[in-house]
């Protein structure tokens, strides 16, 4: 058996209140508490460039001795 789903069927509400004296704001704290609690598909992740990631920004130790400057040049450790 499967769900019709086009437009001309009624669907029932998601969300039904059955308190009458519900005010706007409360309703609107419910309906804000599940949209944030999600549920739907996750966003797709994006590409993360080289240039932003965190070992980037972590220094090599410091090359003691004959020859460190030239070994720094070169990224020799």
Known sequence: MTK???PDTPTEPLLRVLTP???PEEVAAVVAVFAAMG????APEKPRSVWASPARRMRGPHVHGRGAWQA???GIR
């Open 4 to 6: 019709d789903t086009s």
């Open 72 to 74: 720094s040049a070169r």
């Open 39 to 42: 549920g739907g598909a996750p």
């Open 21 to 23: 004296d519900a005010t």
